[in-house]
């Protein structure tokens, strides 16, 4: 049974910082594509950061220079470390679990971050 479980999330003032967390069991973790995603109310699910089996990342422009995404093989682990918190950051964060060559696709149950003075 593969489960990706989050931590971390919470409340914090702008210009804050949270650090989330995804440990995953049931895959081979360290041939997986790992990202988080997230989701404001009335908007559609994003991809915030994601890192690659390898070790190479990518971000979104609005979190650039802000959120840094690692992974953890020895721990079936992904973070996010989530700097300079903007009120726009606030929303449901996901972790996702992705092998293109087999098509799976896992995603977590969500935290939620809320960014407010």
């Known amino acids: 049974q593969v489960q990706l479980v989050e931590s971390g999330g919470g409340l914090v003032q702008p210009g804050g910082s949270l650090r989330l967390s995804c440990a995953a069991s049931?895959?081979?973790?360290?041939?997986?594509?790992m990202g988080w995603y997230r989701q404001a109310p009335g908007k559609k699910r994003e991809l915030v950061a994601a890192?690659?089996?390898?070790?190479?990342?990518n971000y979104a422009d609005s979190v650039k220079g802000r959120f840094t995404i690692s992974r953890d093989d020895a721990k079936n682990t992904v973070y996010l470390q989530m700097d300079s918190l903007k009120f726009e950051d606030t929303a449901d964060y996901y972790c996702?679990?992705?092998?293109?060559?087999?098509?799976?696709?896992?995603w977590g149950q969500g935290t939620q971050v809320t960014v407010s003075s």
């Open positions: 890192v690659s089996y390898g070790g190479s990342t």
């Open positions: 049931g895959i081979m973790f360290r041939l997986y594509y």
């Open positions: 996702n679990a992705k092998k293109v060559a087999t098509g799976s696709d896992y």
